[in-house]
């Protein structure tokens, strides 16, 4: 899938995210250092991002995400040019190259939306788990698992259509 079908699973998502805050106001309140209790993440095995994480992000943070690819390749070995000479001739030759490359770069629709949690409130994860508007085949049923999985982005790009 592509950036611009990962940013529509986004858009679905954070509608969802919403629904879930309407139904849930625990999730509306801030933490004293002005955080919020929840937020959205995307997430695969090989690690996680933040929701409006940028191309570029993803591929240096969170490359799990990023299907195998000549891009991918060719993206991440630009990077590693990038950072190991900032300030060479070539940087701006660079930076174009990896602007094209990213455009090209194909995101695992696999990934899933998760709801990560600031501070931990147990009863509020629990009534969570079994909220209809949360994925329950991916979110393990169980107190000893503190996973919200709202669904991939495979599932919220078809919603945002």
């Known amino acids: 899938m592509k950036y611009e079908q990962v940013q529509t699973a986004v858009v679905a998502a954070k509608r969802r995210f919403a629904q879930i805050h309407e139904k849930h106001p625990e999730l509306k309140v801030?933490?004293?250092t002005?955080?919020?209790v929840a937020i959205l993440?995307?997430?695969?095995?090989?690690?996680?991002?933040?929701?409006?994480?940028?191309?570029?992000?993803?591929?240096?943070?969170?490359?799990?995400?990023v299907v195998e690819s000549a891009a991918k390749t060719s993206a991440l070995k630009l990077l590693s040019l990038k950072s190991a000479?900032?300030?060479?001739?070539?940087?701006?030759?660079?930076?174009q190259q990896l602007?094209?490359?990213?455009?090209?770069?194909?995101f695992d629709e696999k990934c899933q939306v998760e709801?990560?949690?600031?501070?931990?409130?147990?009863?509020?994860?629990?009534k969570l788990q079994t909220?209809?508007?949360?994925d329950r085949d991916l979110t393990p049923q169980t107190k000893a698992s503190i996973r919200i999985?709202?669904?991939?982005?495979?599932?919220f790009s078809a919603m945002g259509k």
Do not use: H, Y
Request: aromatic content about 6%; cysteine-free; proline content about 10%.
């Open 131 to 134: 909220d209809e508007l949360v």
């Open 99 to 106: 602007s094209t490359l990213l455009a090209q770069l194909d």
């Open 149 to 155: 999985v709202l669904g991939t982005l495979a599932q």
């Open 115 to 126: 709801i990560r949690f600031n501070e931990l409130r147990f009863d509020l994860v629990w």
């Open 34 to 36: 002005g955080a919020p």
């Open 41 to 65: 993440v995307l997430s695969v095995p090989g690690g996680q991002a933040e929701i409006d994480s940028a191309p570029m992000q993803i591929l240096t943070k969170f490359p799990a995400m």
């Open 30 to 32: 801030r933490l004293p």
């Open 85 to 95: 000479a900032p300030a060479s001739p070539e940087a701006a030759q660079i930076k």
